[in-house]
């Protein structure tokens, strides 16, 4: 029609059409391409701010460029960027150092990988390989990655859709039921992989007595405890590690997402009761290498002498107060600990969190009716505030018959 107008796609819709163009599509793609990140915010391909509390699922934990990091990162590029983990390097043996200090107390060997999942796949081996058994015992609502081991462990089958059978001799128990946990364990598998504070499966946490006696029934039944600390790790509740909170240190622990500021790494690391593993057992050709190691180093710098596990105890106390603050009859439940936050309601929040970020706040959800919030530890407590306004904005245009 002459005269008529058509609007060019926005920067977003253009970044977004061409990554679909040449990928899989196995994640479905949002309308926000991310361009630009500093602090606890983020930028779009079109120039709008957010405030992200989503920190790439907890990646961010040290916030966006953070310039101690890119610092390191940037000269350790200048200087040796890969070396195998045959080749001793002086950056590897500075971090796996700093690292085990930073471990619960007798935790002290540790290997190096890429990912949470391939932590998660590493435990399980050495699990095997230190017991001669095979079993692997694990709860219902637990997300342990997506590759072939880790997603046996995993449960929402939604996940495990189409690609099954998967790893034979994994069991799940009920989260949180000790009765059917120690019938378990008394058969006898080689380890028991548990999350202190279930992400994915909806932010729902053990009891400390439920951990504790845990611990006793894998020691009483000489089975390994595995404690998944990909997404809880690293001052992510308040703590260090989230067992610290009740006293419970595992034979191996599971690390990722926040461990170095941002680049891809992952990490098992085992106590005294893993037995060492014959060499060439396991290996990773990207694993530890002296780029990451460098990030990571810096990242443990930043934790230190910014006190961001202090920091994500107190912000967090304060801000599950203020969201419960927020009363509406669509709100079943707040809960959480530190900045590891969720909120469940009554309705799918699918459409809660485009109408967040049309208010300038990124979130995600932890199943179809939790929205869950994973911001920068960095993150200040007026961005906070305004996450909080931009929920109670979202509340009201859902009473007002807006959103659907």
């Known amino acids: 029609m002459?005269?008529?107008?058509?609007?060019?796609?926005?920067?977003?819709?253009?970044?977004?059409?061409?990554?679909?163009?040449?990928?899989?599509g196995f994640a479905k793609k949002r309308?926000?391409?991310?361009?630009?990140?500093?602090?606890?915010?983020?930028?779009?391909?079109?120039?709008?701010?957010?405030?992200?509390?989503?920190?790439?699922?907890?990646?961010?934990?040290?916030g966006h460029a953070h310039p101690r990091i890119a610092?390191?990162?940037?000269?350790?590029?200048?200087?040796?960027i890969t070396c195998q983990d045959a080749m001793p390097n002086d950056v590897r043996a500075r971090f796996v150092e700093r690292l085990v200090e930073f471990l619960p107390p007798g935790l002290e060997r540790v290997f190096l990988c890429n990912s949470g999942t391939e932590a998660v796949e590493a435990a399980i081996k050495l699990a095997r390989l230190s017991t001669g058994r095979t079993g692997v015992v694990a709860a219902t609502g637990a997300f342990h990655g997506r590759t072939l081991g880790a997603l046996s462990a995993t449960w929402r089958p939604e996940f495990r859709a189409g690609v099954e059978p998967l790893v034979p001799e994994f069991r799940h128990v009920p989260f949180g039921d000790l009765a059917p946990l120690e019938e378990a364990l008394g058969d006898g598998p080689a380890a028991?992989?548990?999350?202190?504070?279930?992400?994915?499966?909806?932010?729902?946490?053990?009891?400390?007595?439920?951990?504790?006696?845990?611990?006793?029934?894998?020691?009483?039944?000489?089975?390994?405890?595995v404690l998944d600390e990909v997404q809880t790790g690293f001052g992510r509740t308040g703590h260090r590690f989230a067992c610290e909170a009740h006293g419970v240190t595992p034979d191996l622990i599971c690390l990722g997402k926040a461990i170095a500021g941002g680049l891809p790494m992952g990490a098992v690391a085992a106590g005294s009761r893993v037995a060492p593993p014959r060499a060439g057992s396991h290996g990773s050709t990207f694993g530890g290498n002296p780029l990451a190691c460098a990030a990571g180093l810096a990242t443990l710098d930043v934790f230190e002498d910014e006190r961001l596990v202090e920091r994500a105890a107190e912000l967090g106390a304060w801000w599950m107060q203020r969201l419960r603050a927020i009363e509406h009859r669509a709100i079943a439940e707040v809960r959480g600990a530190g900045l590891m936050v969720a909120v469940e309601f009554r309705m799918r929040v699918a459409p809660l969190i485009d109408a967040l970020a049309d208010r300038g706040v990124l979130a995600l959800s932890a199943g179809p009716r939790v929205l869950r919030f994973l911001p920068p530890l960095v993150v200040e407590r007026g961005e906070l505030e305004q996450v909080a306004q931009a929920l109670e904005s979202v509340l009201a245009a859902l009473d007002a018959g807006e959103l659907r």
């Open 2 to 24: 002459a005269g008529t107008t058509i609007e060019a796609p926005s920067g977003n819709t253009r970044l977004r059409e061409r990554e679909e163009r040449h990928s899989f």
């Open 31 to 62: 309308d926000i391409a991310l361009v630009r990140g500093q602090g606890a915010r983020v930028w779009d391909a079109d120039g709008r701010a957010y405030v992200d509390c989503t920190a790439g699922h907890g990646v961010a934990a040290v």
């Open 71 to 80: 610092a390191a990162v940037a000269q350790q590029a200048a200087t040796l």
């Open 192 to 225: 028991l992989i548990l999350e202190v504070v279930q992400g994915e499966g909806g932010v729902h946490a053990l009891s400390g007595d439920y951990l504790v006696a845990a611990r006793e029934l894998c020691d009483r039944h000489e089975v390994l405890l």
